[in-house]
C-alpha cells in the first residue's frame, strides 16, 4: 500500500512538472523568455529578417567651431518603411533634412514627417539631396573617425525599429552647406 502511494505522489509530481514545463516553453512568448533563452536555437528560427540594408555610410568631417555637418548613406528597405529619426552619440540634436530650391537659394528643410522609404528602391542620402543633420555639436568630426549612428525606422505596424550603422567621417569637400535659421 505504500508503495502505491508513494509511486502515485511520484507520477503526480511528474505531471505537474511537465503541464508546467509545457506551459512556459510553449505558451510563453519568446519575448517573456529571460534573455539567455532567446539565444537557444528554439528561437533563432522566429529572428526577423533584416528590413533595412544600409551602404556607403559616411559622414563629412568638420573643422573647429563648426556647430553641424551631415551623414550621407544609401538605404533600401526590404518593405514600405519611413526614416522617422536618427541617435548619435555624439549629439542629441539629430534630424533628417531635404535639400530644396526657396526662390533662387538652395536650402534645408526637415522632413517633418520622416524619409519614405519605398521597398526595394534605393534611397539615395547625399549632399544636395537627402541627409541627415548632426546640430549642436560639442567637438569636431575627425577625418576617419568611425560614428554609431542609430536609424529609426517604422513599416505599416508604426512599431519603432532601430539600426545601427557606422559611418566614417570623410574630409571636407564641395561647396559648404547653407544651414537654416533655427
Ligand atoms: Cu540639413
Known sequence: MRLRR???????????????????????PAEAWPLQWRLSPLSVAHAAPPVLDVQNAWVRATVNQQKATGAFMTLKATQPLRLIGVESSL???????????????????????????????????KPGGYHIMLMDLKQAVQ???????????EGADKKPQRITVQATARPLQGAAMQHHAK
Open 6 to 28: 508513494v509511486l502515485l505522489a511520484i507520477t503526480a509530481a511528474l505531471l505537474l512538472w511537465l503541464i508546467w514545463l509545457y506551459a512556459f516553453l510553449v505558451r510563453v
Open 91 to 125: 549629439t542629441k540634436t539629430v534630424e533628417v533634412h531635404e535639400m530644396a530650391m526657396d526662390g533662387n537659394v538652395m536650402r534645408m528643410r526637415r522632413l517633418a514627417e520622416g524619409l519614405t522609404l519605398p521597398a526595394g528602391t534605393s534611397v539615395e542620402l
Open 143 to 153: 577625418e576617419g573617425q568611425v560614428i554609431p549612428l542609430t536609424l529609426i525606422v
